[in-house]
């Protein structure tokens, strides 16, 4: 694998062997006292960052770290980007500078696949850590990987997906993803937060939350996203709350080993009620212990095997 | 410690032969060393396989390390990096069934089943009934 910039495209077989990587990553570094291995030293990972992120920039920073890569930041606001440079010089000074692999979360769709067109000839990997409205594969599969931990296994599972989809990458990586690793995936949001083009992806599709409840393995929520929302999508964050929020009632509603995903940062009282986002049936903290481990082997995969043509 | 693939069943069978000749239990565990490797940026992307410390770890004990074939001593020096970042053992030893020669490090066992003296091109297959339905060594 060279680049890893959207999960449509990527067959069980691979996703599967990231996982179980992932997995075995995951029990090499239990109980350890130095948890430091040495597979990728040598190797330069910068992480570009042109959107606000805690866990993806920190999770990949760690991920690099403990396979002993090194790991620089840099992000639009402390960088030459402030002063008008644009991504694909950006991109080529990263490179030229002697960067393996760039990991790059950009507002605009598309903006990984463009970068790694760039970066052929320099033959520096590219990750997508989200782009737009577009996808954020790693987001998918730490979430498969907490899945399967959790229920496990992926195949055949009921997987609702609630919220923005309109606006979500993580919603179309984990489509893509979920399909491939054989799940049922239906999407539950109000019809002004859905897509055109929704009726092509591999999905059931819902408006009603408690009608879904009862025959759902999991169900993952997303936030509302207020920062890429100009328009009345619904007509209070109360009635999207009372609609779509998932309380302890519906908690309830659910089967006893249904289990909450949400990718954060959660939007408290909002998409998920307090209670339901502390209860042991919510795999969120899970989930972003799953991400380190998960990046790592997408590390692994992208860095530590011979040159490739791309 | 079995260093797998074939290395940890190999190990589990050497625990039960002890037990049964002399009733000591002594215990095993599997140790990976893909991470460790050095030829990593020579092939396609390797799998993990599964480590898992013997109980009670592997401080201060004497530990086995066993594998199939040994051949440039490369998977050793793996193991031996690999064996530091897990504790520290009192002393370790090497266990190979089959010796084959042709070593690129200052590397040697301290038990070998058979000494094979094999040209470079010929290739050292170890079956193992738990994976291959047979016990075998075979030269090609």
């Known amino acids: 694998m060279k680049h890893l910039l959207s999960t449509e495209g990527l067959d069980r077989a691979t996703a599967t062997s990231i996982l179980d990587t992932a997995d075995n990553l995951k029990r090499a570094l239990l109980g350890r006292e130095v948890r430091k291995l040495p597979t990728l030293r040598g190797r330069t990972v910068i992480t570009l960052f042109y959107e606000n992120s805690t866990r993806t920039r920190v999770s990949f920073e760690i991920a690099g770290k403990w ?134 992806w591999p999905v059931t599709v819902s408006h009603e939350l408690d009608a879904e409840l009862p025959s759902l393995d999991a169900v993952m929520l997303l936030r509302v996203q207020a920062e890429r929302m100009h328009g009345g999508f619904f007509p209070s964050a109360r009635e999207y709350s009372i609609a779509y929020g998932l309380n302890e009632n519906r908690l309830r509603l659910m089967p006893e080993h249904a289990v909450v995903l949400h990718p954060g940062p959660m939007l408290r009282g909002m998409e998920i009620a307090s209670a339901v986002a502390d209860s042991p049936r919510a795999a969120i903290t899970d989930q972003v212990r799953n991400g380190v481990h998960l990046r790592m082997a997408v590390l692994y995969h992208l860095l530590a095997h011979e040159e490739e043509t791309s | 410690m079995g260093i797998p693939s074939r290395g940890a069943p190999l190990a589990r069978r050497l625990a039960l032969k002890i037990a049964e000749f002399s009733g000591v239990e002594v215990p095993t565990g599997t140790l990976d060393v893909t991470l460790y490797r050095d030829d990593l940026r020579r092939g396609p992307t390797r799998p993990l396989e599964t480590t898992s410390l013997p109980e009670g770890g592997i401080d201060d004990r004497l530990v086995v390390l066993v594998d199939d074939v040994l051949f440039s001593g490369r998977t050793i020096r793996a193991a031996l990096d690999a064996l530091r970042d897990h504790g520290r053992p009192r002393a370790v030893q090497l266990a190979v069934l089959v010796d084959r020669g042709h070593r690129e490090l200052p590397i040697r066992a301290d038990y070998v089943g058979k000494n094979v003296p094999t040209s470079r091109s010929e290739d050292v297959a170890v079956l193992l009934d738990e994976f291959d339905g047979r016990d075998g060594v075979v030269l090609k």
């Open chain 1, 67 to 200: 396979m002993s890569a090194d790991v620089i930041n840099v992000s639009a606001g402390g960088s030459s980007v402030s002063k008008g440079e644009s991504l694909r010089d950006t991109a080529l000074t990263l490179a030229a500078a002697g960067a393996d692999c760039v990991i790059v979360r950009h507002p605009a769709s598309g903006a990984a696949h463009r970068l790694a067109g760039w970066l052929a000839e320099a033959g520096t990997s590219v990750v997508n850590a989200g782009d737009g409205m577009h996808e954020h594969p790693t987001q998918a599969l730490l979430d498969a990987a907490t899945l399967r931990e959790r229920l496990g296994s992926v195949e055949g599972r009921r997987i609702a997906i609630v919220g923005d989809v309109l606006h979500s990458r993580v919603v179309r990586s984990n489509v893509h993803l979920l399909a491939a690793l054989g799940a049922d995936v239906v999407l539950v949001a109000p019809p002004t937060l859905l897509p055109v083009g929704v009726a092509n």
